[in-house]
Structure formats: structure tokens, C-alpha cells
């Protein structure tokens, strides 16, 4: 299949995804994405996104395990993120259902 | 090996970025199994962090350690910048640049024009630079345990020094009984030398100055050592390129002349070359003197 768009494998995206259910640490995330979306973020890819939605008030740290310090969303980041989602689903509905209208058109 | 390269790599992340996540990544790195991919994206990575300051971790570097790092990135800059000078003059050193100068006054005003510059930004380096040589050296004085950050940084630079008097002295008593294409790679290989050791000295002065404590207004003036030095590229870079095309106009059978150490550029595409990494030499010198001007008033005052 042709690759169209980048906005459901946005590396922003699915570390804010991936932190819906819990706190996690690097590791667990690119797991856990790798799990779910099929992408392998790189270290420089994830702590990029982390700096950039830490700093804009999407997630903060925890107190660091070890040398780990795992990751959660702030209020601000799970709204976020549910506000993004919506929309996706939202296109994704409109065009599953467009697609339906023209199948049965043919 | 590449697990290696994908740390050596984590050091040219930003001095917040490595203070704020260094050690999740080294343990995320010893988690994963690193590999070609890792080490290009971590390059990516780096490399985005260094043009997005807006994203960097706020809080992890104080304004000292944070003009320390203004103050080794822009000396850092001059190390690349000093050997893309030092192209240039080896280039235009010839007599016909010289009698082409003559003739061309735009010529001759940019080539001194692109020496005196060299000469106040060399002094100026010094000058911001020996209050901090001063400070760590106090600090060796009294802390026998520091001796050993303080004089690393010297290392590179005698090595350099002997690497030199022997090519030198090689070179001198094989007199014309060498093939040209020996003495190119001689060349080459002691350029490559020269910025490596210019390259491990700035490193090791970076160790030496993070582990001195050193005063504001020390740190105070060479920020606007740097700040000068940055500008000084600035105007040797402009003078370069006003050469470059004052030289392919005025005196173009020099211009489309072979140079280099294997003949294998034209003047006039060696001088682009220099222009174009001092350029950006003084780009990069720019963000990071920038970025020490942004902290420079949260500096603690003196010591009453």
C-alpha cells in the first residue's frame, strides 16, 4: 500500500498514545510503540519528542528508577492528545464512509 | 563498535539536552541493540536539538556552565574556522596571487584585510582566554587532584607541535627526492592531524574549564572575547568571498589554476570551499555565543 500521511505515525503522537495508560520509561515507549503502531523510534527520534512535549507542558518526569526515569501526561497532554485522536477518528469516518458511498455507487 | 559510536554521538547533543536526558539515553542505548540506524538518528536528533533551543530543557544548565559552553562551542568553531583560514593562505600565498593583488587593489585590500582580521581575532582569543587558562591554573595550584584536567588540554597541542618538527624535519632532508603525490598525502594526513588535535585540545579545555569554578566577570569577558571572534569570522568569511570573485573577474587564468594537495580542485572552488565552511564556522559560533548572551545578566554577581 502507498505510504499518504504521516499525522497517525507522528513520533509526538504515539508517545503521547503510548503514555494514555500509565507512566513509562524510554524503553518501555519505543516497545510499546513498536507494539502498537509497527514504528521503531530511535533514541534521538524519542528524546526529541519528550524534550518537545515536556517543555510545551504535555507530559512531565517522574523521580528517576535507577537511570530510568519514566514519563506520564499532564492534564494538558491527555487532552491533547483525546482532542487529536477525535479528529483523526473523525477523518477516519468520514473517509471510510465516503468510500462505502462510492462502493455501492459502482 | 557501534554501540560505542551511538555514545561518542550522544555528545553532541546540546550541553541541556545531555545534563537533562544523558544518562536515559546511555541506558536506553545499553537497553536496545544500537546500530547504523541508531547512530543516524541520534545524528538527526542532535542535530535538531541544536536548531530547536525553544525545545531544550529548561533549568538543567545554570548561566555559568551555560556561557562556559558559549565560550568552548564558539572556540571549537575558530579550530574548524583557523584551518579553513589556514587553506586560504596556503592557497593565495604564491607570488602570482601577490602580483595579482598588486594590480587589483579589491584584491590586495581583501587578502589584508583577511589577515589583519585573523591577527585581532587571534589576540582576542587569547585575551578572553587567559583569564580562564589563569583561573584553572589557580585551581591546579592549590587542588593537586585538578593537575592532571589542567594540563590535558596542552597534550594536543605539544603532539601537534613534535608532529610538525618531524614533518618538517622529513621533509627537508629527503629534499627533491620525493614524489609529489607523497608529499600530498603527507599534506592531507597532517591537515587531518592538525584539526584533530585542535579538535582534542578544545575538548579537553572544555573538561578543564567545566571543572574550574571561575568568576562572572571572567566569564563575562570571554563572552565578548567570543562575541568579537564571532563577528571577526563574519567579516573574514565576507572578505574571502569578496576574493573569491574579485579573483575569478580580475585574474581568472590564476583563478582556474589547479590547487590543493593533489591538484584535484581549481582555485576558485578551493576558495568556495573555504568560504562556505567559514561561513558556517561563524553560523555555528553565532548560536552558540547567542545563547551565552541570553543567560549573561543571570549570572551570580561577585563575590563581595
Known amino acids: ?46 528524546y526529541g519528542v519528550l524534550a518537545r512535549l515536556e517543555s510545551r507542558g504535555l507530559i512531565e518526569a517522574l523521580p528517576a528508577e535507577d537511570r530510568r526515569r519514566p514519563y506520564r501526561l499532564t492534564a494538558e497532554g491527555s487532552a491533547a492528545l483525546e482532542h487529536e485522536l477525535q479528529t483523526l477518528q473523525s477523518v477516519a469516518n468520514r473517509g471510510l464512509d465516503r468510500l462505502r458511498v462510492a462502493e455501492a455507487a459502482r | 563498535m557501534t554501540a560505542r559510536l551511538a555514545r561518542l554521538v550522544l555528545g553532541l547533543y546540546p550541553l541541556a539536552y545531555r545534563r537533562r536526558y544523558g544518562e536515559e539515553m546511555h541506558a536506553l542505548l545499553e537497553d536496545g541493540r544500537p546500530n547504523a540506524r541508531t547512530v543516524l538518528d541520534l545524528l538527526r536528533g542532535a542535530l535538531l536539538a541544536h536548531l530547536r533551543p525553544q525545545d531544550a530543557p529548561t533549568g538543567a544548565v545554570d548561566a555559568a556552565d551555560r556561557v562556559r559552553a558559549s565560550a568552548v562551542g564558539v572556540l571549537m568553531c575558530w579550530v574548524l574556522f583557523a584551518a579553513a583560514s589556514f587553506a586560504f593562505y596556503k592557497t593565495t600565498e604564491d607570488q602570482p596571487f ?73 621533509a627537508h632532508s629527503a629534499g627533491q627526492h620525493h614524489t609529489s603525490s607523497a608529499s600530498s598525502g603527507v599534506a592531507v594526513a597532517w591537515g587531518i592531524a592538525g584539526i584533530g588535535c585542535g579538535v582534542a585540545c578544545v575538548l579537553a579545555c572544555r573538561a578543564a574549564l567545566f571543572a574550574t569554578p571561575v568568576a562572572p566577570p571572567r566569564l563575562r569577558a570571554a563572552l565578548a572575547s567570543g562575541t568579537l571572534v564571532t563577528v571577526a569570522m563574519f567579516v573574514i568569511a565576507a572578505a574571502t568571498a569578496i576574493y573569491a570573485v574579485a579573483l575569478a573577474i580580475d585574474a581568472g587564468s590564476v583563478a582556474g589554476e589547479s590547487n590543493g594537495p593533489f591538484q584535484v580542485l581549481s582555485v576558485t572552488a578551493s576558495l568556495i570551499v573555504v568560504t562556505v565552511v567559514m561561513v558556517a564556522a561563524a553560523i555555528l559560533a553565532a548560536t552558540a555565543t547567542r545563547r551565552g548572551w541570553r543567560v549573561r545578566n543571570a549570572l551570580a554577581p561577585p563575590a563581595q
Open chain 1, 1 to 46: 500500500m502507498r505510504y499518504i500521511g504521516e499525522r497517525s505515525n507522528d513520533p509526538a503522537l504515539l508517545v503521547l498514545t503510548s503514555l494514555a495508560d500509565g507512566a513509562k520509561h524510554g524503553y518501555a515507549i519505543t516497545t510499546d510503540v513498536e507494539e502498537f503502531a509497527g514504528v521503531r523510534l530511535g533514541p534521538g527520534t524519542l
Open chain 2, 98 to 170: 601577490s602580483a595579482a593583488g598588486h594590480v587589483h587593489p579589491l584584491l590586495g585590500d581583501a587578502h589584508l584585510a583577511v589577515q589583519a582580521v585573523a591577527l585581532l581575532a587571534s589576540a582576542t582569543v587569547m585575551l578572553g582566554a587567559l583569564p580562564l587558562i589563569a583561573a584553572a591554573l589557580m585551581r591546579a595550584r592549590r587542588d593537586p587532584g585538578a593537575r592532571s584536567t589542567v594540563i590535558l588540554p596542552f597534550v594536543p597541542v605539544i603532539g601537534f607541535a613534535i608532529l610538525t618538527a618531524v614533518v618538517v624535519a622529513v
